[in-house]
T-cell receptor, first 114, second 116 residues
Framework: KAGVTQTPRYLIKTRGQQVTLSCSPI?????VSWYQQTPGQGLQFLFE???????NKGNFPGRFSGRQFSNSRSEMNVSTLELGDSALYLC?????????????FGDGTRLSIL | AQKVTQAQTEISVVEKEDVTLDCVYE???????LFWYKQPPSGELVFLIR??????QNEISGRYSWNFQKSTSSFNFTITASQVVDSAVYFC?????????????FGEGTQLTVNP
């Protein structure tokens, strides 16, 4: 069974640009969550999608948005990039949805802002 | 508010030594779940173990064991006879049934280095 797939693996952008990251969950998993990992703030929850609806949201500005498609694939978008957005962005999927479910993570997308 | 603390930033041991990673958590929920994840240099977080708040039975699985104590809000993880391949960053995480649902709150992580 294929794991969580995130594309691209690496991205370099400049300040003010926008970026879209993609995540394909494990087949059959309908819950997809996104996390940001930085050396200073550690691992922080961004948002969770289930059945194409955002179910949970972390404490991030509106520049961070996401969506989920009918096949459970998810995208995350960051607009007006700032230097502080440089991070490893991790996607996780689970099934079924719930606080007791282990989440299965992808390798992440490493975003660098110049 | 929920919080997870891993006081040990880095641990270095020699192969075959036993090592314990500490985790202390805070939560107001009565039903919650604790997890340990391993992050090798490749970046992927690998799920290791889950414990729920009403099951304090400790467990041993191969070289891994877990000690969950609600009285001290601790969920410690021990690797017996460590190996070089165990070198990674280990994260303790918490989710809450009522307050945060499937959202995971992570500790700061402990970098474990096992030297040959």
């Amino acid at each position: 069974k294929a794991g969580v797939t995130q594309t691209p693996r690496y991205l370099i952008k400049t300040r003010g640009q926008q970026v879209t990251l993609s995540c394909s969950p494990i087949s059959g998993h309908r819950s997809v969550s996104w996390y940001q990992q930085t050396p200073g703030q550690g691992l922080q929850f961004l948002f969770e999608y289930f059945s194409e609806t955002q179910r949970n949201k972390g404490n991030f500005p509106g520049r961070f948005s996401g969506r989920q498609f009918s096949n459970s694939r998810s995208e995350m978008n960051v607009s007006t990039l700032e230097l502080g957005d440089s991070a490893l962005y991790l996607c996780a999927s689970s099934s079924p949805r719930g606080a007791n479910q282990p989440q299965h993570f992808g390798d992440g997308t490493r975003l660098s802002i110049l | 508010a929920q919080k997870v603390t891993q006081a040990q930033t880095e641990i270095s041991v020699v192969e075959k030594e036993d090592v314990t990673l500490d985790c202390v958590y805070e939560t107001r929920d009565t039903t919650y779940y604790l997890f340990w994840y391993k992050q090798p240099p490749s970046g992927e977080l690998v799920f290791l173990i889950r414990r729920n708040s009403f099951d304090e039975q400790n467990e041993i699985s191969g070289r891994y064991s877990w000690n969950f104590q609600k009285s001290t809000s601790s969920f410690n993880f021990t690797i017996t006879a460590s190996q070089v391949v165990d070198s990674a960053v280990y994260f303790c995480a918490l989710s809450e049934e009522e307050t945060s649902g499937s959202r995971l709150t992570f500790g700061e992580g402990t970098q474990l280095t096992v030297n040959p």
